[in-house]
Nanobody, 127 residues
Framework: VQLQAFGGGLVQAGGSLRLSCAAS????????MGWFRQAPGKEREFVAA????????YYSDSVKGRFTISRDNAKNTVYLQMNSLKPEDTAVYYC?????????????????????WGQGTQVTVSS
């Protein structure tokens, strides 16, 4: 599956952005989808994930209550609505796909479980 993320940009602290990730090439509804981010000098980290059918969502503690992941299987797109942005949210954001193998659990948080990655979109939050 091919993934293309877009929607990043520069925003002031307290502002909002919505990232989108368009998928093609495979049956989108067969994949859990995740968002990860990588700040300069840091490892890539989990942000949010949504199950293939959209019924289960996971968030990292650092974004819970501020970010919302959603998906539209008819449009082959996953979204990340980011509100109350902080300077520490500055990073390159990546979307990723994990083939649904019957599990809907903590493995959706694991970077190594995702076999397909988009190219990343830069989010910069100024103070």
């Amino acid at each position: 599956v091919q993934l293309q993320a877009f929607g990043g940009g520069l925003v002031q602290a307290g502002g909002s952005l919505r990232l989108s990730c368009a998928a093609s090439g495979r049956t989108f509804s067969n994949y859990h989808m995740g968002w990860f981010r990588q700040a300069p000098g840091k490892e890539r980290e989990f942000v949010a994930a949504i199950s293939s059918g959209g019924g289960t969502r996971y968030y990292s503690d650092s974004v819970k209550g501020r970010f919302t992941i959603s998906r539209d299987n008819a449009k082959n797109t996953v979204y990340l609505q980011m509100n109350s942005l902080k300077p520490e949210d500055t990073a390159v954001y990546y979307c990723a796909a994990q083939y649904y193998n019957g599990r809907i659990d903590y493995t959706m948080r694991a970077l190594q479980e995702y076999g397909y990655w988009g190219q990343g979109t830069q989010v910069t939050v100024s103070s």
